[in-house]
């Protein structure tokens, strides 16, 4: 179904072109029912239809943008039905996490699903002075207790790169 979202977004873009390009290079010979049309009024007309084509195309596109995103959910099972979690939304709360933790030191957040559960892989740049197997250990435990209590889902396990160290002066 997300596919047939992605062609009909496509064909209406190839739509919005094609008239925007109708409208660009309009003839004035072009006649409509029998009289010729102004060339400022074909040309508004054909600018208009370009203009709908392409919020039509946007809304398709968002559409299958949305449908895609729900498609790699993660699941959980609830008495009253499945609650679906983004991997955007677990993401923004591990960037959250790492932020109070961590402050203004940069750090990048990916996610690897594992069957049911998750890992996660922080890569990151720790202050000069911070000891790593201490912080580290101190983050891999805060993000998998809070990400799990926050959101139900268990992590697997987390990954923390250190890729440098940032000099504070």
Same mark, same amino acid.
């Given at each position: ?22 409208? +660009?290079?309009?003839?004035?010979? @072009? ?6 049309? +102004? ?15 392409? @919020?039509? +195309? ?18 959980? +099972? ?16 591990? @960037? ?7 402050? *203004? ?22 202050? /000069? ?16 207790? *809070? ?17 440098? /160290?940032?000099?504070?002066?």
């Amino acid at each position: 179904m997300t596919f047939v979202l992605w062609l009909e977004a496509l064909l209406l873009l190839a739509c919005a072109a094609l008239s925007a390009l109708g409208a +660009s290079l309009y003839l004035p010979e @072009v006649v409509v029912g029998g009289s010729a049309a +102004s060339p400022l009024t074909v040309r508004v007309g054909l600018g208009v239809l370009a203009a709908v084509f392409l @919020v039509a +195309s946007g809304i398709c596109m968002a559409v299958a943008v949305r449908r895609a995103g729900l498609a790699q959910a993660l699941a959980l +099972s609830a008495p009253k039905g499945l609650i679906f979690i983004t991997p955007r939304t677990v993401s923004q709360l591990v @960037v959250g996490l790492l932020a109070e933790e961590l402050g *203004e030191t940069p750090f990048q957040v990916a996610l690897l699903p594992k069957g049911k559960a998750l890992a996660l892989r922080v890569s990151l740049r720790l202050p /000069a002075e911070a000891s790593i197997p201490s912080l580290a250990e101190r983050l891999q435990e805060v993000l998998s207790t *809070e990400v799990a209590r926050r959101t139900g889902l268990e992590v697997q396990e987390v990954q923390v790169l250190v890729n440098g /160290a940032t000099l504070r002066g």
